[in-house]
């Protein structure tokens, strides 16, 4: 598309296209300039969202009901599910990076969003085939849990390369689909700025939409009906999603390459020269002549030692090689630009391996509770989740319309609060849904063992699943501020021309989260079963104790809350926001 194209000048001064409607940066899909009028905002952004809302149920459809369908016809124990979710969870949300690198440096987001759709509904379609073909599910496969052919090695094979061929889909798909969305809206412009910022708001509100429907309906399907038509019906939603992207195709604006190359390059550039360099103090002239009035004021005392990659080869004492040459100084600001961002991506580590017990534990915990719902219908455990998203549906129209606006009138800030703020008072909030969750899970222990269904896992506890609500809330009303908050962050703060990037990292944060709860997981379970006993995950519920899993994963938020405000009071943003 014409992403990959230079826009052409020579349009730009014609006198049907006023200078004052054209929108600069971008091009339309025959890459030439663009009017406001015509292109971008609401009208371009409706569509993404849509494609967001039929991606995510899809998405959704298979990740939170994963671990039933682990422990559940492929016959696995709780603690591996719960290892394989966190590890496939976490690949998803580290391959975004890669999926940014190459769509920020070669394709662009239009090509790589089309691509990965086509992957996508490739990998759904296997994962459907793998669980709905007779020759891979065999009909006495409930009868024989000894056999070792029973999952057969072949239906293994196929579900876990689909799955994983998913992750790797939805890994171009997810940051480039956010990042082109928000490309709709020219920061430039101060009504379109304001609607940007909003659309970060109204996108995480469409992201639970569409994963509501599918944790209340299709979680339903897979736990009452048949996991075949459960998984077909994310691939149909996927192809969907399609459609309506190929719709707003003549709608979209599209960023193109500029002259001066990759920005991942110029950035890589900046480190590699400052390392050659570092031997090296560069004098005060150079740094003097080569800023001029480009430099950046704010933040300039941060990580000078790239300055050293303002040094040419003449006054490099070592003689640095010739074809590396000194690197300007708004590409010494880029590189710092992203450096300053990692402090940040590494305190809200611990946010996310709290994020990732909502669709693990969370929902074991509720499988042995009273879930029932008049007479004879149950609400399957996995549908939980579904108290998140509509919270999270609930407060953004709250906190969008009524808080922010309120917010303005003390700070005097457009945003109302900063982003660093927003995503501080998520992790609070994180941290007493865990506080909540291990008072609710020792209440269940106890009724569990005075109603003697202690050595008895299967039976019912006799507590209302509606005991679990409250944490599902507040982990919803805590993602509107940190996820929304780490959405626009990521985009805002990196340098132009690397917006994928900067969605990916903060992807990439619930990854490593994920992995991070994986190892935890992994290391508790072995230290807490050495003497023969129960561990905290032991597959009896009732003699396991997440209650006290919850409480460490607590004091480690609150230790998170400190690190996270000790480095964001001295953060220092980029640029002013424009209104």
């Not at 014609?14 to 200078?19: A, F, H, T, V, W």
């Not at 966190?86 to 089309?114: C, E, H, K, Q």
């Not at 920061?187 to 569409?210: I, T």
């Amino acid at each position: 598309m014409a992403e990959s194209a230079t826009a052409s000048t020579g349009d730009a001064s014609s006198p049907l296209l006023r200078e004052t409607e054209t929108v600069e940066g971008v091009v339309d899909y025959k890459g030439r300039p663009v009017n406001r009028s015509d292109t971008g905002g609401w009208r371009s952004a409706a569509f993404i969202i849509g494609v967001e809302i039929s991606e995510r149920f899809a998405y959704f459809g298979i990740s939170s009901n994963l671990i039933t369908y682990l422990t559940g016809p492929l016959r696995e124990s709780t603690v591996t599910a719960a290892e394989n979710v966190n590890a496939w969870l976490g690949a998803a949300s580290m391959l975004p990076l890669l999926g940014a690198f190459v769509a920020d440096a070669f394709l662009g987001r239009y090509r790589t969003i089309l691509f990965a759709s086509l992957l996508y509904i490739l990998g759904l379609g296997l994962l459907t085939l793998s669980a709905t073909l007779p020759s891979l599910n065999p009909t006495n496969c409930q009868e024989n849990n000894g056999n070792s052919s029973c999952p057969p090695e072949l239906q293994i094979i196929i579900f876990f390369f689909s799955l994983y061929l998913v992750a790797f889909a939805q890994g171009g798909h997810k940051p480039c689909v956010q990042a082109f969305g928000a490309d709709q809206f020219d920061a430039r412009d101060p009504k379109e700025c304001k609607s940007r910022s909003s659309f970060f708001n109204w996108w995480y509100c469409a992201f639970n939409a569409g994963s509501m429907v599918s944790l209340t309906v299709l979680n339903y399907i897979q736990d009452n009906m048949n996991w075949g038509l459960g998984f077909g019906i994310p691939c149909v939603s996927m192809v969907l999603a399609l459609v309506v992207f190929l719709l707003g195709t003549r709608t979209y604006r599209y960023s193109f390459k500029d002259d001066k190359g990759s920005p991942i390059m110029r950035i890589s550039l900046v480190f590699l020269v400052a390392a050659k360099n570092w031997r090296t103090t560069p004098s005060a002239s150079i740094v003097e002549e080569e800023a001029g009035e480009t430099r950046i004021s704010h933040g300039a005392h941060q990580y000078r030692f790239l300055d050293k990659a303002l040094i040419t080869a003449s006054e490099s004492p070592d003689g640095l090689k010739k074809d590396l040459k000194a690197c300007s100084i708004s590409e010494v600001e880029e590189a710092k630009a992203v450096l300053r961002l990692f402090p940040i991506w590494a305190t809200c580590l611990v946010y996310a391996i709290v994020f990732a017990q909502s669709s693990t534990f969370f929902i074991k915990q509720g499988a042995t509770m009273d879930r029932s719902i008049g007479s004879g219908f149950q609400i399957p455990a996995a549908s939980l989740q579904s108290f998140i998203s509509l919270s999270i549906i609930l407060f953004v129209p709250i906190f969008d319309r009524v808080i922010i606006p309120i917010s303005r009138a003390f700070t005097r800030k457009p945003s109302g609060i900063t982003m660093l703020q927003r995503i501080g008072t998520g992790m609070i909030l994180s941290m007493i849904s865990m506080v909540v969750a291990a008072l609710v899970e020792k209440e269940r222990l106890k009724i569990a063992m005075d109603s003697g269904l202690v050595d008895n896992p299967e039976a019912t506890v006799p507590m209302s699943v509606w005991w679990l609500v409250p944490q599902f809330v507040l982990f919803g009303v805590a993602d509107v501020f940190t996820m929304v908050g780490l959405q626009e962050f990521f985009y805002d703060q990196v340098p132009n021309g690397l917006q994928s990037i900067g969605l990916s990292l903060y992807l990439s944060i619930f990854g490593v989260g994920s992995f991070l709860s994986s190892f935890l997981i992994a290391v508790i379970e072995k230290v807490t079963s050495g003497s023969g006993g129960y561990s905290w995950f032991s597959n009896n519920l009732n003699r396991a104790h997440l209650d006290y899993f919850y409480w460490l994963l607590a004091g480690l938020s609150a230790v998170g809350v400190i690190v996270y405000w000790y480095f964001s009071r001295d953060y220092v943003y980029k640029r002013e926001r424009t209104v």
